[in-house]
């Protein structure tokens, strides 16, 4: 079946811009995460939704940082007034309760 | 405090070389750990889950094993596509949700 998928794939933006970048999740997966990756690096956590409880936003580095899940299903993370070093790989993933994770490509941001 | 640490961060073994990677992790309420392997520029693959001490798990080469308080991955006879980066993931139960750790990875290269 579908994976997970991630839009745009890259995104090159000028510092101070806004982005938005998309999550696709796998059919039936209640559980969505973002990371962020930088090059070399581990995973960074970001965000966790779970079904209809409130997001866990824990990992939000700071408040330009945002996203929401429509209808259990796709998210958006945005990204407001984006800097230098937002420059990352920002990975979405998606499970069933307490499963494996299932990561999408990624979308390969550049703040220029 | 819940933690998970790869070691080493980085083998290079000849085609053929067997050895294995370690994950050792502390955190309460274990659930699983999961194991992942990712290609530069991909996001990570689900490779494996173990749930309980003396569970292991094979496929291809890899085999993946848990003791209370590390995992193993170990890599047979090795070939030059296996190069990659492992990560592994503890995933706790908390407070009515799950909480993902993730490792920093063994970056491994294999030689022809």
């Known amino acids: 079946g579908a994976g997970v998928s991630q839009s745009p794939s890259n995104k090159v933006t000028e510092k101070g811009k806004d982005v938005e970048l998309r999550c696709d999740p796998i059919?039936?997966?209640?559980?969505l995460y973002w990371y962020r990756q930088s090059l070399g690096q581990g995973l960074e956590f970001l965000i966790y939704?779970?079904?209809?409880?409130?997001?866990?936003k824990s990992g939000l580095p700071s408040d330009r940082f945002s996203a929401e899940r429509t209808g259990g299903s796709v998210s958006t993370l945005t990204i407001q007034r984006t800097q230098q070093e937002d420059s990352a790989v920002y990975l979405c993933?998606?499970?069933?309760?307490?499963?494996?994770?299932?990561f999408g490509p990624g979308t390969r941001l550049l703040v220029l | 405090e819940d933690q998970v640490t790869q070691s080493p961060e980085a083998l290079r073994l000849q085609e053929g070389e067997s050895s294995s990677l370690n994950c050792s992790y502390t955190v309460s309420g274990l659930r699983g750990l999961f194991w992942y392997r990712q290609d530069p520029g991909k996001g990570p693959e689900f490779l494996f889950t173990?749930?309980?001490a003396g569970e292991e798990k094979e496929k291809e080469r890899l085999k993946a094993t848990l003791t209370k308080k590390e995992s193993f991955l170990h890599i047979t006879a090795p070939k030059p596509e296996d190069s990659a980066t492992y990560l592994c993931a503890v995933q706790a139960a908390l407070s009515g949700t799950y909480k993902y750790i993730f490792g920093t990875g063994t970056r491994l290269k294999v030689l022809a």
């Open positions: 939704f779970q079904g209809n409880s409130a997001p866990d």
């Open positions: 059919s039936g997966h209640t559980a």
């Open positions: 993933a998606s499970s069933l309760a307490g499963g494996p994770q299932y």
């Open positions: 173990l749930y309980s």
